[in-house]
């Protein structure tokens, strides 16, 4: 799982998106987010830039989590096993990707589902 603690003391910058084309909204990234973003496999990477620029268009597109890890976070999954918990400006549709995670996944047949 990436965590706060593996971003390296040198990747203290935020990353910023101007929102063009049509977009409504600019995308900013946490240190967390950025760093995890930077070391994700590239078609796991890919997926989560689609889906960022969804989320320039439409910042309230998914679903408010139940997650008590990230209160209040709107989330997203990425095969196999990613997800990105973001939150949208109240005044504003700006979007802060909070964080990415790799989470456990049950798969068919592995056992688990009795």
């Known amino acids: 799982m990436c965590s706060a603690a593996d971003?390296?003391?040198?990747a203290g910058h935020r990353?910023?998106?101007?929102?063009a084309?049509?977009?409504?909204?600019?995308?900013?990234?946490?240190d967390q987010a950025r760093y995890c973003l930077d070391t994700l496999p590239p078609s796991?990477?890919?997926g989560v830039e689609q889906r960022l620029e969804y989320l320039k268009r439409?910042?309230?597109m998914y679903a408010v989590t139940e997650d008590d890890r990230?209160?209040?976070c709107?989330?997203?999954w990425?095969?196999?096993c990613y997800r990105v918990f973001y939150m949208v400006a109240a005044g504003a549709d700006d979007v802060y990707v909070f964080a990415v995670v790799e989470e456990e996944v049950d798969l068919p047949g592995d056992g688990t589902e009795i």
């Open 7 to 10: 971003v390296p003391a040198r």
């Open 15 to 19: 990353a910023r998106e101007g929102a």
């Open 21 to 30: 084309g049509g977009a409504l909204a600019n995308v900013i990234c946490s």
């Open 44 to 46: 796991a990477r890919a």
């Open 58 to 60: 439409m910042p309230r």
């Open 70 to 72: 990230y209160p209040g």
């Open 74 to 76: 709107r989330t997203f």
């Open 78 to 80: 990425v095969d196999p």
